[in-house]
């Protein structure tokens, strides 16, 4: 038999806050976190909005920023969520075999250097209209910084957790866009079921809040640009929704074997159930339209978990606010559930806390533990106009109790990866 896998830490740094129960009191109360741009002068995009972490440094944590200084905001955001979770977890005071302690993080690449390499483009137009590649190079080699140049790998934030937590075990990292950190905790949970470890440490953590990734997600018209009320952009499944709203940040939660988790006496926030994981096989940065791969893997995810349809309590949805993301994910709920889909609560925390891209399925299944915990589901704000298209309980605008025994968080990312992830209250 597969061993049982459940959630014994949890941390996160959002543009909401650093602490659960300050972000999960917030986010109950129908709070957000998007604002104006204030790490670099977007005044002359499209996108003028975001939401960032604010006034937080690793201090936070007991760990020295300068130690960290060659490092990017998402490596920071990776250590302050994992020290967060583990501390939560107890199992630092725990004898762990560091060879069954493993990390898998679905990270996303480091900040990008946008001052630096303006630097460099000037000195290569220099005196003309064509680049000088010999200026060009030459200018990175007297700026760039090779430490800092390694930190913009994708691989190194796992790299920082394995060293700061002594963990020997498996050790790796995928970014699947939108979809990475909850791939991560499917995988990690496949990676404790099959007895090669007891323990890891999972999550994701990313920033696309600088000038190249808000540039990218506007030319592909991905990004709303409702700048005159930033608190109102993000309005997943509203009829006037017009592209989601840039997050950044990190969640992650320590993941154990039922049996190791019981012998120390762990508390248990819940168990991992089912997972699912489909492509769509269709465009980069198109869904199919018929939410194939959506259906196919919520129907994996479920069947994984062993559980009937009436099973489900409440849905955590991706509900980017894009206008075709948000229409299908209802569709493919409809096709799995049927007429149930109409009985169950579905919401979208990204109203409230943007998207985080590859961070975002993590801090939503963080989400989804705390609303077994409580009993609570957050809403999915600024839904005023349905759409007809989407006519799902989408908890418009304010919490709501529900038994929830049993929840569903979905992750679609650009390139067609869908994850789909079942977590159940604990019952031994």
Request: overall charge negative; hydrophobic content about 35%.
């Amino acid at each position: 038999m597969r061993r049982r896998v459940v959630v014994t830490g949890i941390g996160c740094v959002t543009p909401l806050g650093t602490e659960i129960d300050t972000v999960w009191r917030r986010l109950l109360a129908g709070e957000s976190g998007i604002g104006t741009i204030s790490l670099f002068d977007a005044s002359n995009f499209p996108t003028k909005i975001s939401a960032e972490v604010r006034n937080w440094d690793l201090s936070d944590v007991g760990e020295n920023p300068e130690d960290w200084k060659y490092q990017g905001r998402h490596t920071h955001f990776a250590v302050g969520a994992a020290k967060k979770a583990v501390a939560d977890s107890g199992i630092e005071d725990t004898r762990v075999d560091p060879r069954r302690f493993g990390v898998y993080t679905g990270s996303g690449e480091g900040q990008q250097d946008f001052e630096r390499f303006t630097q460099m483009m000037t000195a290569g137009l220099a005196g003309g209209d064509t680049l000088d590649l010999a200026k060009f190079i030459g200018k990175g080699l007297e700026t760039l910084h090779p430490i800092a140049e390694l930190e913009q790998e994708p691989n190194m934030p796992v790299g920082h957790l394995a060293s700061l937590f002594g963990a020997e075990g498996p050790n790796m990292n995928c970014l699947t866009a939108c979809a990475a950190s909850s791939q991560a905790i499917g995988e990690a949970t496949e990676i404790i079921r099959r007895g090669e470890a007891d323990v890891m440490l999972s999550g994701g953590t990313h920033t696309m809040i600088h000038p190249f990734g808000v540039t990218g997600f506007n030319l592909l018209t991905a990004l709303s640009t409702s700048n005159d009320e930033p608190t109102k952009a993000s309005r997943p499944f509203d009829r006037d929704r017009d592209g989601f709203v840039l997050g950044e940040g990190a969640g992650m939660v320590v993941l154990e074997s039922l049996e190791h988790a019981k012998a120390r006496g762990a508390k248990i926030y819940g168990e991992i159930r089912g997972y699912g994981s489909t492509a769509d096989a269709f465009r980069i940065t198109d869904t199919h339209p018929e939410g194939r791969g959506a259906i196919s893997c919520i129907k994996m995810a479920l069947n994984d978990a062993q559980l009937g349809l009436d099973a489900i309590h409440y849905i955590n949805a991706h509900g980017t606010s894009t206008v075709v993301n948000d229409r299908v994910e209802t569709l493919a709920i409809k096709e799995v559930f049927g007429q149930r889909a109409y009985q169950i609560p579905v919401s979208s925390t990204k109203s409230m806390m943007g998207h985080l891209i590859a961070a975002a399925g993590a801090t939503e299944v963080i989400f989804c533990l705390l609303a077994i915990r409580d009993n609570m589901v957050p809403p999915t704000t600024n839904y005023e106009n349905p759409d007809p298209d989407c006519d799902l309980d989408y908890v418009p605008n304010q919490s709501r109790e529900v038994n929830c025994e049993n929840v569903l968080t979905n992750s679609f990312g650009f390139g067609g990866q869908n994850i789909a992830l079942v977590l159940g209250q604990f019952e031994d």
